[in-house]
């Protein structure tokens, strides 16, 4: 059996503090919420390698959902503080390792995505990992959680190529939404904030994702 507590902290001091993560909570977060625990038990070797890590499928669409690499989970989440006491909304959750970093935050957290059983998936790895604070939700995401919203901040799990305009207009005043846009080399990882109800975004980063099929661009027809 791996030493997943050895393997987490040099996952933190390899990975995370060398991609410019400096948040104290945020890196104490990563420190503490056993990732291996979000992992199906094939994944469950690569819980801690610097990779998208797969954990589960979406049937309906025979779609793959991976966590995304600590690293980028990481920046990703600096880029989106304050976190504390925020109402978030998780898409494409998966089976909700960062819904579980977003709780030990001090967030209050709604974790969506598509499949009954990955839902069911995530509920017991957040109730293993004892990770209060979080709420899973079975929907089509870029419906999000009308009922739910407002929210201070919106994280996408992955790569979008329409812009999720449902979500930009479940976010409160001040909130921000942070995803990955686009593919291959031109991606990058986009915050977009509303002040005075106008969403206004910024290129945060350089960085690749796997497309969350739910967000695809539609095939266009010549004729």
Known sequence: MPDFTNLRRRMVDNQIRTADVTHRPLLAAMDEVPREMFA???????????????VG???ARSENRYALSPA???????????????????VACGTGYASAIFAKLGADVVALDEDPALIAAAEHALAEARALGVRTRVG???????????????????????????LL?????????LGVSGLGRAAQVMLQVKTEGVVTGRAVFDASAPLIQAFARKPEFAF
């Open 140 to 166: 089509m995401l870029p419906d999000g959680d009308t009922a739910g919203a407002p929210f201070d901040v919106i994280f996408i799990e992955g790569a979008y190529e329409v812009e999720p305009r449902s």
């Open 57 to 59: 499928r979406i049937d």
């Open 72 to 90: 980028l989970i990481a920046r990703m989440l600096q880029a989106v503080e304050p976190v504390q006491n925020a109402k978030v909304l998780h």
């Open 169 to 177: 207009d479940q976010l409160s005043e001040g909130g921000r939404l």
């Open 40 to 54: 199906p038990e094939a994944s469950k070797p690569f819980a801690y390698s610097d990779q998208h890590l797969l």
